[in-house]
């Protein structure tokens, strides 16, 4: 029971600084854009950690979703209409089918195999990226689209210039995506995503078809990052290559595993802690880069399940 | 199909009422011929060892029943049905569960999580995101059910990976039994247990198979425990068959005693 009780009051207390963060940030140096980058990236950190907390799968090429969720964004407001919904949707759909057909390919391959396909397919789309100038814009990103406001049918909110505004409709887009992922983790479908986590023979043997588990949540893991990319175009109504490379997928894996990868939002306070350090210190130094190293090192040292297991395991002794 | 079967086809829907039929089996990897040429048949009903000296093949010969992988040569039958190439996740739905002689549970989570799991697949809801009240409240029932039966009730909510060794072997058997098998297969279920641990699992093994309609075949080098529990012996010896008998008939069995004799030559 206080078990129970201690979770809803972690709960609590995550959404409690996540809708008030427009009134609390600017107080402790912050500012509104970076409540959207945390937000963003702990989506497409959760993503990963979804298929490498939950089902022990490690993809070290998930930034090649996320950066296809924000070329199909950027594609759809610039090509297709201008429409922010449809912009999402355009974004994971990309990411999501992307992976859903490389998914069918590497099912099979496990550990280091598995993460190296990974890399290599996620390195092949940054190319494409990279060197398909006319489409994408190539090294200078795709750029001449932007976010348009929401025409709700009885009010319109206007996402693009108003701040707080925009905030709240990426924390509105989170909220959804967390509720989903939690709700398939809370299923038997998700449950058999721990088996396979736990003990990959002992699920076969139970009469799991594990590859094919495997895709599905490897797929799902794909939308729910290509969404998360897609988020990411509209906050900076840009697409770039980099957004597809493994340096970002390593980025995404760190998040996870600082903030503690068997914790379901393990990611969220990795996030946190990436994106301020990363904002605070790339004023300082352009090398701030290693310090973040340096703590990701210092993390995995002492605090082996991560900043957030850290803190459970106090607080459940 | 059935009109031109004739002789042949008669032989094969024999009546015989055997839950596992093997059919001259073998196994090759490489130059090694793990098991040679074996064939057997496990009535319904029957709690069948396997033994024999190390290397002599058993864990492979499981491996084939279970479908870990195919045999290079021979058939198997399950239930009279030919499962020699049908995957391992289809061979459980078909009513055949095996444990692992290393013990193969999820460490991480909860007795009563191991079993619900093993239920809710067997159940057919592992690709479901969601399932009714009664459904659940299904599963729940089924697993306290062998909870019972396994004497894990009063630990259910303790972490697997925190168990003595015997309790996670217990746990291993429990979880096999949320599939409601009909052939249960068990690779060396007492193997580096004290007396007591040993007593607990055949035990628990013995009241399974009294309970009615369950096979079991199981490897077993705990010769107390074979020929205390075991209706029926099989002996392999290097890959190959080398008796089957009623356990006096076995134990007085020359070539057998010169096996062991030999292995421990």
């Known amino acids: ?317 | 199909m059935s009109g031109e079967g004739g002789a042949s086809g008669a032989s094969e829907a024999e009546p015989t009422g055997a839950i596992l039929k093997v059919d001259s089996v073998s196994k090759r990897f490489g130059d090694l011929i793990a098991v040679r040429d074996v064939s057997l048949a496990v009535p319904r009903g029957e709690l069948r060892a396997i033994i024999g000296p190390n290397g002599a093949g058993k864990t492979t010969f499981f491996n084939l029943l279970s479908g870990f992988f195919p045999p290079t040569s021979g058939r198997i039958l399950f239930d009279g049905r030919d499962v020699t190439l049908v995957a391992a996740h289809r061979r459980v739905e078909l009513g055949m569960a095996r444990t692992f002689q290393i013990t193969e549970i999820f460490p991480e989570l909860p007795i009563h999580e191991n079993l619900r799991i093993g239920a809710e697949i067997a159940a057919g809801y592992a690709l479901r995101p969601w399932i009714s009240r009664a459904e659940r409240a299904a599963i729940q029932r089924k697993v306290e059910e062998i909870l019972d039966i396994a004497g894990l009730a009063s630990k259910a909510h303790r972490l697997v990976g925190q168990l003595a060794h015997g309790d996670q072997r217990i746990v291993e058997i429990a979880t096999a039994l949320t599939l409601q098998p009909r052939l249960l297969l068990l690779d060396e279920p007492t193997a580096g247990m004290g007396d007591q641990e040993t007593y607990a699992v055949s035990k628990l093994v013995r009241a399974l198979h009294r309970r009615g309609d369950l096979s079991i075949v199981l490897i077993e080098h705990d010769m107390r425990v074979v020929f205390n529990l075991a209706e029926r012996i099989t002996v392999l010896d290097q890959g190959r068959l080398l008796a089957e008998g009623a356990p006096a008939e076995i134990a007085a069995n020359s070539a057998v005693q010169a096996a062991y004799l030999g292995e421990a030559a």
């Open chain 1, 1 to 317: 029971m206080t078990v129970e009780t201690r979770k809803l009051a972690g709960l609590a207390a995550i959404w409690l600084l996540l809708v008030a963060a427009p009134f609390w940030t600017p107080l402790v140096g912050g500012y509104t854009a970076l409540g959207d980058r945390v937000l963003v990236l702990a989506l497409a950190a959760m993503s990963v950690n979804f298929l490498l907390g939950f089902t022990g799968v490690l993809s070290f090429g998930h930034a090649a979703y996320f950066g296809l969720g924000a070329y199909g964004a950027g594609f759809a407001l610039k090509f297709l209409a201008p429409s922010t919904p449809l912009s999402l949707v355009c974004g994971t759909l990309l990411g999501g089918i992307a992976g859903a057909l490389l998914g069918l390919l590497i099912v099979r391959r496990r550990g280091v195999y598995f993460a190296m396909v990974t890399i290599a397919f996620g390195q092949v789309l940054y190319y494409i990226a990279f060197q398909w100038s006319s489409l994408t814009g190539g090294d200078d990103g795709l750029r001449g689209f932007s976010r348009q406001p929401l025409d709700l049918g009885f009010t319109r909110i206007d996402i693009l210039s108003n701040e707080t505004a925009f905030y709240y409709f990426v924390l509105v887009c989170f909220a959804l995506l967390v509720a989903i992922m939690g709700f398939v983790l809370r299923s038997p479908f998700g449950r058999a995503m721990i088996a396979i986590r736990e003990n990959e023979r002992r699920a076969r043997f139970l009469g799991l078809a594990v590859e094919r588990h495997i895709w599905i949540a490897f797929t799902l893991s794909c939308f729910f990052i290509g969404f998360a990319g897609a988020l990411y175009a509209l906050v900076n109504n840009f697409a770039d290559p980099r957004g597809l490379h493994y340096s970002q997928s390593g980025d995404f894996v760190m998040m996870a595993v600082m903030g503690g990868m068997r914790n379901f939002w393990g990611p969220l306070l990795g996030a946190v802690v990436f994106v301020v350090v990363q904002d605070y210190l790339s004023s300082v130094t352009v090398n701030w880069m290693s310090f973040v190293g340096l703590l990701f090192v210092l993390v995995v040292l002492f605090f082996p399940r991560g900043l957030l297991g850290f803190i459970g395991k106090r607080a459940a002794a």
